[in-house]
């Protein structure tokens, strides 16, 4: 089995990390680069950079901040935000990125997907997906940093970002983001079982026990956390030894 992989995730905003809930009441976290140093010495398996404002006040992601991070760390680095072209994936990926997360782009112009999987390989190309419950076990993508519901089915689009090339999908829980109760391990699990490219949970993460069950339940081959991580209220260490006593299968 492959190790799962352990993943903090830096939401910027004005060039500083933020953390809100339901992607709404956003508070300052912190420095981005400082953060991200941190997380490289305490040996994450990868990092995640979103600046989550850059497609609602269209601009594109601070290049100068990407290098920043990249050159204060050692470990892989997914850069999202502001994504509208191809040549906007050559720039974070020349800027020090070593994949991109595509979002609302990808909802609006999927021929980007494929594109960008043909040029610069499907292990560069993250979709990440913004899902919002409809129902019992429905779920719409939202796009917009989450403020634009549209009427696609998680699981379909899921599948056709699959089959246009897409190397992995970050899904988000809207409902449960920063709310610290948990995985939406349902949704998780739905996307998992529908998609066969690595699926990373993100949106709830609370305690040890709330990874343990997005990785095994969900099987997810990933978890995103922020508010846990950010805070101090756990270390890597910390996680990767209580996943391996879990008999989750982690890089040490």
Request: charged share 25%.
């Amino acid at each position: 089995m492959l190790a799962k992989r352990i993943i903090p995730c830096l939401d910027i905003k004005d060039g500083r990390v933020v953390k809100g809930v339901h992607f709404e009441n956003l508070k300052d976290a912190g420095d981005p680069v400082a953060h991200a140093q941190y997380y490289s010495d305490e040996n994450a398996d990868e990092l995640v950079f979103l600046d989550i404002s850059a497609t609602i006040e269209k601009r594109k992601t601070i290049k100068s901040l990407v290098r920043n991070v990249a050159s204060s760390i050692s470990i892989p680095f997914t850069v999202g935000g502001g994504i509208g072209s191809i040549n906007d994936i050559f720039v974070l990926l020349e800027s020090g990125a070593d994949k991109v997360s595509i979002n609302t782009c990808a909802v609006k112009n999927p021929e980007i997907i494929y594109q960008g999987a043909k040029k610069f390989g499907s292990q560069c190309i993250v979709v990440a997906i913004d899902a919002k419950r409809l129902r019992k076990k429905t779920w719409h993508v939202h796009i917009d940093s989450g403020k634009l519901p549209t009427d696609i089915d998680v699981r379909d689009w899921a599948k056709r970002v699959e089959d246009l090339g897409a190397g992995e999908i970050l899904l988000t829980s809207i409902d449960a983001d920063g709310t610290l109760k948990g995985y939406d391990v349902e949704l998780t699990r739905c996307i998992t079982e529908t998609v066969r490219i690595p699926v990373i949970a993100s949106g709830g993460a609370g305690s040890l026990e709330h990874l343990y069950d997005a990785l095994s339940r969900g099987n997810a081959s990933a978890v995103l956390l922020a508010s846990l991580l950010h805070y101090r209220i756990l270390t890597i260490k910390q996680i990767k030894k209580f996943l391996s006593m879990k008999k989750i299968p982690v890089r040490m």
